[in-house]
């Protein structure tokens, strides 16, 4: 796709978003319901906030996307995620997940193995654990992918081989969160800087934006989707530090910035990320070439 095909389709989905209004139900971290379904619905979405088995596979089967975050890890969820996943493969619905805190229990560890048989659309973490899922998943062979808690130990860059093995796999997008962005389909690799650094000051942030990109996903193709929320995400975040006194009004900000964009808004803003590498690394839209 060239440049200006993918301003065109991150601002269609922006729109289709607002006026379809899909719901993308979530399995996510306790701490961050609600700042993931307040950002599912400052975008257009709808959200519900679910973890019984029976309850999520169900609604899987119904809803057009699905959010599956490992975060607080349960003893069911070594039912519910699989279950959820495996609905919505087999319906082929998209559905997005984050791998939070992969390698930090073995509950976590039986949970992702069965993951890969059901190919997310869109994998979203930071560049920490998107090279350690590509290692468990045997895509790559490292030593790097290390994790403390749920924060990356290594930078965004460090991860794109990783990304793309991913992406090739599922067939569908990664987005490695970070400093900048990186997203991949596994054919071409998008940067896009941006945001804040209040995001690392709030709770949430990453799981929101795995949320938005469930929403997204429902009305466009992975990549699209993926970058769709990436660039809404860095430039609402972008607008709310001129109003902010610290993390708390930030996060108040961000919404308003986040409810209030426009399609043509976010267009322009992918543009200007898109040049501002194309005269850094005379690659265009493709900041780097993929991996073989």
């Not at 890969?116 to 290692?135: C, Q, Y």
């Not at 490695?176 to 945001?195: A, K, N, P």
Request: glycine residues 8%.
């Amino acid at each position: 796709m060239t440049d200006t095909e993918i301003r065109s389709e991150i601002a269609r989905a922006f729109d289709e978003a607002r006026t379809q209004n899909p719901l993308a139900p979530s399995i996510t971290n306790t701490v961050t319901q609600d700042f993931v379904a307040n950002a599912q619905l400052a975008v257009g979405g709808a959200a519900a906030m679910m973890y019984l088995p029976d309850e999520c596979e169900d609604i899987a089967k119904l809803a057009p996307a699905f959010y599956v975050n490992m975060g607080t890890a349960m003893p069911f969820y070594a039912e519910t995620l699989p279950r959820a996943a495996k609905a919505c493969h087999e319906l082929q619905k998209p559905w997005v997940l984050d791998p939070v805190g992969i390698g930090m229990s073995e509950l976590r560890t039986k949970i992702l193995l069965q993951l890969k048989d059901f190919k997310p659309t869109i994998i979203r973490g930071n560049a920490s654990e998107i090279i350690a899922l590509a290692k468990l998943w045997s895509l790559i062979d490292t030593d790097g992918g290390q994790v403390r808690g749920v924060e990356s130990t290594e930078k965004v860059s460090a991860a794109k081989v990783s990304a793309v093995a991913l992406a090739k796999f599922t067939g569908g997008a990664v987005a490695v969160s970070g400093e900048e962005d990186l997203i991949t389909d596994g054919e071409e690799i998008v940067m896009c800087t941006g945001g804040s650094d209040f995001f690392t000051k709030i709770t949430g942030s990453g799981c929101a934006l795995g949320g938005v990109m469930a929403v997204y996903a429902a009305v466009a193709s992975p990549l699209i989707a993926a970058l769709t929320a990436t660039t809404v995400f860095n430039l609402a975040g972008s607008k709310a530090v001129a109003d902010a006194h610290g993390p708390a009004s930030f996060k108040v900000h961000f919404l308003d910035n986040l409810y209030n964009l426009t399609a043509t808004e976010v267009s322009e803003k992918f543009r200007a990320v898109e040049s501002l590498f194309e005269s850094m690394f005379n690659f265009g839209v493709v900041a780097f070439p993929h991996a073989d």
